[in-house]
């Protein structure tokens, strides 16, 4: 039932996708924008209704399609006292959203070499000892739009169970929500993303690589580059396209 | 074990300041039990750091001596209940240590630095002492 | 095979491995198997010392509601510090219903743990659940000659209503290690802290400890020192000497090991799961001078 009025809005709504004017949208939903209210079209995306209030995405935007973390929003549903969060680019509206964008997670990523670090629980605490201020509390699990067991894998990097966190934490698209909810103040895409490179050093290099790094340091592709590194703009498009074409992506 | 003797008789409650009544709230204990024998003093392995004796930090609480405020004690203080085993009027001293951190470390100030961390300690050292010394 | 469901602790993960590994082969030998809990979380090492502290009780709560999922009532733990806080954390939770309403409530994802999970040491197992006796009846290599010198620390002791012997005069280290062959080494500073994680923050005062305890253990003759706790032998390890750390295995002090291990070694576990390899200063010289291979 609930499925297919969510489908009749849809359709009701095809307008605002393919751009056509307000008188044709049928529903509406009234959505806050720090604090603002703003009349929208029910159905659409977080991010297509920002930018259907008028707003313009300078940071906040990127792949639109779930994949680089770059829209992570919080929000509140009147009437319920859970603080949310998203992705703006996958989250459809309701009526009654309170919501904010927070485009970036204001944290320090240590720099290392990654040759040169042994594959330890050691040298993650080395980098993060914050880890060890985790209290288990879960909200971080709570908060991630990957759904991840993102408390676990913070568990893991406590006890240097390097493999678990790569397991756990692939999914990651570093949007920091995570980050921005935890009261330990832990940075967890910086210390998974360290445990995955930390695991990677243990595992053996696939064999296709082996092969590929081998033709290359042999000059087996010299030529093609020098070729590519010659062409101007409009030939280097027209190669993508092509490309494409032959990978079946562009039509 | 006796009956433990609380400290009421001491206590003037119009003269007590609200940083004490903070302290017995967090700690759970009465300050005013304490008579002073020492025993917590003689038994802490961790004088040689410390400012005032585990017993003077309970004697300027009962004075309501803002000094206590500032002693170093309770970030010297490991928790190891060496003076809580032993004070016969059965104040868990390390509580007051604890509550004694509390008021600071409440106000988002911190008592370690990571700069402090010694490489390759176990992580229950590290676990350990977030968890008493950052807020 | 009696199974009982285990709380290792982050350290038994890492840096004391043989800690973990030890246990399971002796206690293999006396026909008892830990069993992992799915999913734990660090217990906090340290318990909360406050009296409106609720949050840092949800990571023991947490592991709780692990037990209770397997429908069972213990939980045995080999590091002391997690032994203590977890336990204490239990009693504390059990003391006051409203307590544990308010941390259920905040766990709104979780099952309620309904209280009455058990935790236990593993020294109490041995001594209470397996029993001495027993134990001796399975030696295989007797520790004859051998100078023990037991090492409780803090955590295994206090506060009264957690420790699991008398917290001035501890004997259950010694009895063991009697039952085993050894000769147990009394020092005042057995039940005294190491420093504990003022290593972090304060690693001189832990030093000064370390002199104090090491340098008891070696006048009266101790030629190995027995821990129960990551922290208390990291400490007694790096503090013994000065700057020690990068010269591993090449110095003559007194070798610290976990009490699993020498039950293993007496229970004739073979070497490879001794897990002596991850020893600051290694035990095995001075194990095979004095009880031989
Ligand atoms: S783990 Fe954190 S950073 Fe990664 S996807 Fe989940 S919430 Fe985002
Ligand atoms: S939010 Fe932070 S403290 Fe809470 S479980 Fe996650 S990492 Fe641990
Ligand atoms: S708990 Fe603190 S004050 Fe008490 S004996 Fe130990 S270090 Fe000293
Ligand atoms: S042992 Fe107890 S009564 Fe004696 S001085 Fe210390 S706190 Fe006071
Ligand atoms: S814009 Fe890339 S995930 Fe939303």
């Given at each position: 039932?609930?499925?297919?009025?969510?489908e009749?809005?849809?359709?009701?709504?095809e307008?605002?996708?393919?751009?056509?004017?307000?008188?044709?949208v049928?529903?509406w939903?009234?959505?806050?924008?720090?604090?603002?209210?703003?009349k929208?079209?029910a159905?659409?995306?977080l991010?297509?209704?920002?930018e259907?209030?008028?707003?313009?995405?300078?940071?906040?935007?990127?792949?639109?399609?779930?994949?680089?973390?770059?829209?992570?929003?919080?929000?509140?549903?009147?009437?319920?006292?859970r603080?949310?969060?998203?992705?703006?680019c996958?989250?459809?509206?309701?009526?009654g959203?309170?919501?904010?964008?927070?485009?970036?997670?204001?944290a320090?990523?240590?720099?290392?070499?990654?040759?040169?670090?042994?594959p330890?629980?050691?040298?993650?605490?080395?980098?993060?000892?914050?880890?060890?201020?985790?209290?288990?509390?879960n909200?971080?699990?709570?908060a991630?739009?990957?759904?991840?067991?993102v408390?676990?894998?913070?568990?893991a990097?406590?006890?240097?169970?390097?493999?678990?966190?790569?397991?756990?934490s692939?999914?990651?698209?570093?949007?920091?929500?995570?980050s921005i909810?935890c009261?330990?103040?832990?940075?967890?895409?910086?210390a998974?993303?360290?445990?995955r490179?930390?695991?990677?050093?243990?595992?053996?290099v696939?064999?296709?690589?082996e092969?590929?790094?081998?033709?290359i340091?042999?000059?087996?592709?010299?030529e093609?580059?020098?070729?590519?590194?010659?062409?101007g703009?409009e030939?280097?498009?027209e190669?993508y396209?092509?490309?494409?074409?032959?990978?079946?992506?562009?039509? | 074990?006796?009956?433990?003797?609380?400290?009421?008789?001491?206590?003037?409650?119009?003269?007590?300041?609200?940083?004490v009544?903070r302290?017995?709230?967090?700690?759970?204990?009465d300050?005013?039990?304490?008579?002073q024998?020492?025993?917590?003093?003689?038994?802490?392995?961790?004088?040689t750091?410390m400012d005032?004796?585990?017993?003077?930090?309970?004697?300027?609480?009962?004075l309501?001596?803002?000094?206590?405020?500032?002693?170093?004690?309770?970030?010297?203080?490991?928790?190891?209940?060496a003076?809580?085993?032993?004070?016969?009027?059965?104040?868990?001293?390390?509580?007051?240590?604890?509550?004694?951190?509390?008021?600071?470390?409440?106000?988002?100030?911190t008592?370690?630095?990571?700069?402090?961390?010694?490489?390759?300690?176990?992580?229950?050292?590290?676990?350990?002492?977030?968890r008493?010394?950052?807020? | 095979m009696?199974?009982?469901?285990?709380?290792?602790?982050?350290?038994?993960?890492?840096?004391a491995?043989?800690?973990?590994?030890?246990?399971?082969?002796?206690l293999?030998?006396?026909?008892?198997?830990?069993?992992?809990?799915?999913?734990?979380?660090?217990?906090?090492?340290?318990?909360?010392l406050?009296?409106?502290d609720l949050?840092?009780?949800?990571?023991?709560?947490?592991?709780?509601?692990?037990v209770?999922?397997?429908?069972?009532?213990?939980?045995?733990?080999?590091?002391?510090?997690?032994?203590?806080?977890?336990?204490?954390?239990?009693?504390?939770?059990?003391?006051?219903?409203?307590?544990?309403?308010?941390?259920?409530?905040?766990?709104?994802?979780?099952p309620d743990?309904?209280?009455?999970v058990?935790?236990?040491h593993?020294?109490?197992?041995?001594r209470d659940?397996?029993?001495?006796?027993?134990?001796?009846?399975?030696?295989?290599?007797?520790?004859?000659?051998?100078?023990?010198?037991?090492?409780?620390?803090?955590m295994l002791?206090?506060?009264?209503?957690?420790?699991i012997d008398?917290p001035?005069?501890?004997?259950?280290?010694e009895?063991?290690?009697?039952?085993?062959?050894?000769?147990?080494?009394?020092?005042?500073h057995?039940?005294?802290?190491?420093?504990?994680?003022?290593?972090?923050?304060?690693?001189?005062?832990?030093?000064?400890?370390?002199?104090?305890?090491?340098?008891a253990?070696?006048r009266?003759?101790?030629?190995?020192?027995?821990?129960?706790?990551?922290l208390?032998?990291?400490?007694l390890?790096?503090?013994?000497?000065?700057?020690?750390?990068?010269?591993?295995?090449?110095?003559?002090?007194?070798?610290?090991?976990?009490?699993?291990?020498?039950?293993?070694?007496?229970?004739?576990?073979q070497d490879?799961?001794?897990?002596f390899e991850?020893?600051a200063?290694d035990?095995?010289?001075?194990?095979?001078?004095r009880?031989?291979?």
């Amino acid at each position: 039932m609930g499925q297919e009025i969510m489908e009749r809005i849809r359709e009701a709504n095809e307008a605002v996708i393919t751009g056509i004017e307000d008188a044709d949208v049928k529903h509406w939903v009234t959505i806050y924008i720090m604090g603002k209210a703003y009349k929208v079209p029910a159905d659409i995306t977080l991010m297509q209704a920002i930018e259907y209030a008028g707003y313009r995405f300078v940071r906040g935007a990127g792949c639109r399609a779930g994949f680089c973390g770059a829209c992570a929003t919080v929000y509140r549903v009147a009437g319920d006292w859970r603080l949310k969060a998203a992705l703006a680019c996958q989250t459809r509206v309701e009526d009654g959203m309170y919501l904010v964008q927070i485009p970036f997670a204001p944290a320090e990523k240590p720099t290392y070499r990654i040759e040169e670090e042994e594959p330890s629980g050691t040298t993650l605490l080395k980098y993060f000892p914050e880890l060890a201020r985790c209290v288990a509390c879960n909200t971080c699990t709570k908060a991630c739009p990957q759904e991840l067991e993102v408390m676990d894998y913070i568990q893991a990097a406590l006890r240097g169970d390097l493999e678990a966190v790569t397991e756990l934490s692939f999914d990651c698209i570093q949007c920091g929500l995570c980050s921005i909810r935890c009261p330990a103040e832990i940075v967890h895409y910086h210390a998974a993303q360290l445990a995955r490179r930390l695991y990677g050093k243990t595992l053996p290099v696939p064999k296709h690589v082996e092969e590929r790094v081998r033709k290359i340091s042999e000059g087996k592709y010299e030529e093609e580059f020098q070729r590519i590194m010659s062409l101007g703009r409009e030939e280097i498009e027209e190669l993508y396209k092509k490309e494409q074409r032959e990978k079946g992506g562009l039509k | 074990m006796a009956e433990v003797i609380k400290g009421d008789a001491l206590r003037i409650p119009s003269r007590e300041p609200e940083f004490v009544r903070r302290v017995e709230e967090l700690s759970g204990e009465d300050v005013f039990a304490c008579y002073q024998c020492g025993k917590c003093s003689a038994g802490c392995p961790f004088t040689t750091g410390m400012d005032l004796l585990p017993a003077e930090v309970l004697r300027l609480l009962q004075l309501g001596d803002e000094r206590v405020l500032e002693s170093r004690s309770p970030w010297v203080c490991a928790s190891c209940l060496a003076c809580e085993v032993r004070c016969p009027k059965g104040v868990d001293i390390a509580k007051v240590m604890e509550a004694l951190r509390l008021l600071v470390l409440r106000k988002g100030e911190t008592g370690l630095t990571w700069r402090e961390i010694p490489p390759g300690v176990p992580q229950i050292a590290l676990v350990g002492a977030t968890r008493k010394l950052t807020p | 095979m009696t199974r009982i469901p285990y709380f290792p602790g982050c350290a038994l993960k890492d840096q004391a491995a043989g800690f973990e590994r030890a246990a399971r082969a002796a206690l293999e030998k006396l026909g008892w198997e830990l069993a992992e809990l799915p999913r734990w979380n660090c217990c906090g090492t340290v318990y909360s010392l406050s009296s409106d502290d609720l949050m840092r009780h949800v990571a023991p709560v947490r592991n709780f509601i692990r037990v209770q999922e397997l429908g069972e009532e213990k939980l045995v733990a080999l590091c002391a510090m997690c032994y203590n806080t977890l336990r204490r954390s239990s009693l504390f939770v059990a003391e006051d219903p409203e307590r544990l309403r308010r941390i259920n409530a905040f766990m709104d994802e979780e099952p309620d743990y309904e209280g009455g999970v058990e935790v236990l040491h593993l020294l109490q197992l041995l001594r209470d659940e397996i029993g001495y006796e027993e134990i001796e009846a399975k030696v295989e290599r007797p520790l004859y000659g051998l100078r023990v010198a037991p090492y409780y620390g803090c955590m295994l002791l206090r506060p009264r209503e957690v420790g699991i012997d008398d917290p001035d005069r501890p004997e259950v280290m010694e009895l063991l290690f009697e039952y085993l062959g050894a000769e147990a080494v009394d020092s005042p500073h057995k039940v005294e802290c190491c420093g504990a994680y003022q290593t972090v923050s304060n690693p001189w005062i832990a030093r000064e400890r370390v002199r104090e305890i090491v340098g008891a253990a070696a006048r009266r003759g101790a030629d190995l020192i027995v821990t129960s706790c990551p922290l208390c032998t990291y400490n007694l390890e790096q503090h013994q000497l000065p700057n020690t750390r990068e010269e591993k295995g090449a110095r003559n002090g007194i070798p610290v090991i976990y009490f699993t291990q020498l039950l293993a070694f007496a229970l004739g576990v073979q070497d490879e799961e001794l897990g002596f390899e991850g020893a600051a200063i290694d035990p095995r010289p001075v194990l095979a001078q004095r009880v031989g291979g």
